[in-house]
């Protein structure tokens, strides 16, 4: 994960990281994050059907960082691409828009 104030150097953290302390947000800076999920799957399909329900472990860490770090702009690599955006829908409504481990929802 790499996170930026756009004043200071980006800064880059480790998948397992600890980010629980309270992100520091500073008016008129934007926040932005790229984040390598590698949730990208061998076949087509694998990741919709995983992100259809709760309780994918790998998504829910993932959310938890986006949650705790609170960027304005995220920028998700590594993450299946399908046309009808349902993966990516999934991910926000299943994940980043529900707590994860008392984190803020996204």
Do not use: C, H, W
């Not at 200071?8 to 008129?28: F, K, L, R």
């Not at 702009?73 to 529900?98: C, G, H, K, Q």
């Amino acid at each position: 994960l790499q996170v930026s104030d756009g004043v200071n150097p980006p800064v880059e953290m480790a998948y397992n990281i600890d980010v629980t302390s309270d992100p520091v947000q500073t008016p008129g800076y934007l926040r932005e994050a790229t984040y390598n999920a590698s949730l990208n799957r061998g076949q087509q399909g694998e990741l919709i059907a995983e992100l259809s329900t709760k309780g994918n472990s790998q998504a829910e860490d993932i959310a938890e960082i986006i949650q705790r770090t609170q960027p304005d702009v995220v920028l998700i690599n590594e993450f299946d691409f399908d046309n009808s955006e349902i993966a990516a829908n999934l991910f926000r409504d299943n994940y980043l828009e529900v707590p994860q481990n008392g984190a803020p929802p996204a």
